[in-house]
């Protein structure tokens, strides 16, 4: 019982938790954009990541990175930049995967999903919610 209450405070079992929920969140808004709004698949994608990144800053803040050492001006200026860079990261992936390699548009979404996972957990735990 000790050993699944030491996962479950663990940082990165949190930002597991914390990345899944908002991962499906912009997986579910894209698809949701794409199929029943007909909207083109980047401006699809920039969206649903936008409502995702919001999710994650406040999830983020609250239940998985300490305090961090800069101002809350300072840090969310800092989630933002980097969310941006995640976003720019995001939609060559999509692009590249869409209409270079021609995958199916959902697998090409998850793809770049994972992939931006990895620097989206780097950033926000070395740079932005460094402590």
């Known amino acids: ?6 996962i479950l405070r663990q940082q990165i079992f949190k930002f597991i938790i914390v990345g899944g929920f908002c991962a ?4 579910i808004t894209f ?4 199929d029943f709004f007909k909207i083109n698949y980047l ?3 920039v969206i649903s990541i936008v409502i995702a990144v919001i999710i994650n800053y406040l999830l983020s803040r609250a239940f998985v990175f300490e305090k961090s050492r800069y101002s809350k001006r300072d840090e969310f200026l800092s989630f933002f930049l980097f969310s941006l860079l995640a ?3 995001n939609q060559v992936i999509l ?5 270079v390699i021609k995958l199916d ?3 090409c979404k998850a793809l770049a999903i994972a992939i931006v996972a990895f620097f989206n ?3 926000k735990k070395y740079i932005v919610f460094k402590a």
């Open 87 to 89: 976003i720019a990261l």
């Open 105 to 107: 548009i959902r697998l």
């Open 43 to 45: 401006i699809a994608n």
């Open 31 to 34: 698809n949701i954009f794409i």
């Open 1 to 6: 019982m000790e050993f699944i209450r030491n």
């Open 95 to 99: 692009w590249l995967l869409y209409t």
């Open 121 to 123: 957990y780097v950033t």
């Open 24 to 27: 499906s969140l912009e997986f």
